[in-house]
């Protein structure tokens, strides 16, 4: 392997590229490599996270891909190889952990819902049991699942997936910053309405009683 290319792009994808015309189009990508550093840039993009897909495929070859998810920016970035995150309690299956017991291939599929943007990322990953001072630095306080061990992803390779077919998705509290400054507003206009209802009631009261009486 010359680079990290083959990672990504491994001989059975490139043959495949080669049969449907494709492979022109990542030769100077395959030449230069791929990123496989935590860039300022991945790093806000992984701090706005609240979920991730995490791939893991057992000894025989039997794939399985896991929802992760927590606070936005469960997933910490460690150094500019490592991402870290809780393994919170959760159904006792241990498919993944036993996964990666047997083989540390793994992969991270990243994707922000609201910004139609996803990145996959390329490494191994190992649990991490019995080791409180780094569940402690991977935890976020007030967030009430327990965790359980942890789990470090080291980065091998990354790439910004296309963003066709992502539909816009917003989480409650995206929803209510995007709508805070048009609740204030309605807010205004609703005072403002009520008290030129209660001008125009209290004008029509004082224009009743200055009006003449009938004439006797």
Request: charged content about 25%; aromatic content about 8%.
């Amino acid at each position: 392997m010359t680079n990290n290319s083959d990672i990504v792009f491994t001989p059975a994808a490139r043959h495949v590229q080669a049969q449907h015309g494709s492979a022109h189009a990542y030769a100077k990508r395959i030449a230069a490599g791929f990123p496989d550093r935590v860039t300022p840039e991945l790093a806000a993009f992984i701090a706005e996270l609240d979920t991730a897909f995490l791939g893991t495929v057992s000894g025989a070859g039997a794939p399985y891909i896991q929802h992760r998810g927590g606070p936005k920016g469960f997933i910490k970035v460690l150094d500019e190889k490592t991402l870290g995150f809780a393994d919170f309690a959760g159904n006792r299956q241990y498919i993944t952990i036993s996964n990666l017991a047997e083989t540390d291939r793994a992969y991270l599929f990243l994707l922000d819902f609201a910004r139609q943007r996803r990145i996959k990322l390329w490494g191994r990953a190992r649990v991490v049991e019995d080791d409180p001072a780094l569940l402690a630095r991977l935890s976020d306080a007030g967030y009430r699942a327990r965790p359980e061990r942890a789990i470090l992803f080291t980065v091998e390779a990354w790439d910004v997936n296309c963003s066709q077919h992502i539909t816009a998705r917003f989480t409650e509290d995206e929803i209510a910053q995007a709508t805070a400054t048009l609740l204030e507003h309605i807010a205004r206009l609703e005072t403002e309405n009520a008290r030129l209802r209660a001008a125009a009631v209290a004008s029509a009261v004082t224009e009743g009683a200055d009006a003449p009486g009938p004439a006797s």
